[in-house]
């Protein structure tokens, strides 16, 4: 009788254990899952739509000068949607997409040209922005525009018609380099990774240790029990 009692509360603390963790790592994996899928998507068209966030515009698809979002006069809108929180804000955590000589009718710049002093930039709420400049932008990134060179140059877009060479890139986190690498990435402000924390996209963090830390109670329960019906029997 006694044996039957022993093994039925393991068999019970077992089926109680192993659902709850299991249960705690998927849910896990499925929100990680959700904030790891939100990549970023560009295009230049007439005007934004619902969930798209103006970056800048330029004043043709090709062989232009640009303008910030703000403006009017320019009808082609570099439009972006994605992560979370996506805006055009140059302050916190953010990346440089371009610099402009002046707000409007303006040539443009890579992030290392400080002295064009009107930045074109990229935020989110949970994630940092990258931005990189190369031939070609690779898996992660999204092509917001050309330009004909590092400074004192004009944009145009990227759908492969009288585009520039230097392709401007940019991603949600810590995306891999794009091909032909201009120039470091133009990356503000600190980022999980460089603080030190995991790193985005590494399937790893406390919800994990904490899930992982409760098979392990379980387990230790578990053979607690066996080790104590293992004395009574040896005892008699």
Request: proline share 3%.
């Amino acid at each position: 009788m006694r044996r039957l009692i022993s093994v039925g509360l393991a068999a019970a603390l077992l089926l109680v254990a192993v659902p709850v963790a299991l249960g705690l790592l998927q849910g896990l994996s499925h929100s990680h899952g959700a904030a790891a899928s939100s990549s970023l998507t560009c295009s230049v068209k007439p005007s934004c739509g619902e969930g798209e966030v103006a970056v800048f515009r330029m004043s043709s698809p090709a062989n232009a000068h640009a303008q910030t979002a703000a403006g009017t006069t320019y009808a082609n809108v570099v439009c972006c949607s994605g992560p979370a929180g996506l805006s055009t804000s140059c302050s916190g955590s953010h990346a440089t997409v371009l610099r402009l000589w002046a707000a409007d009718n303006a040539h443009a710049a890579q992030s290392s040209e400080t002295s064009y002093t009107t930045e074109v930039c990229l935020s989110a709420t949970d994630t940092a922005m990258n931005c990189q400049y190369g031939s070609s932008c690779g898996a992660g990134y999204a092509c917001l525009a050309t330009i004909s060179g590092t400074t004192n140059a004009h944009v145009a877009d990227c759908d492969g018609s009288d585009d520039y060479a230097t392709k401007v890139c940019c991603a949600v986190g810590a995306a891999p380099p794009v091909g032909g690498i201009a120039e470091l990435p133009a990356v503000s402000g600190t980022s999980a990774e460089e603080a030190g924390a995991p790193a985005e996209g590494s399937g790893w963090s406390a919800g994990n240790a904490a899930a992982l830390a409760g098979v392990g109670a379980g387990a230790a329960v578990l053979i607690a029990i066996g080790g104590w019906y293992a004395r009574r029997r040896w005892a008699r």
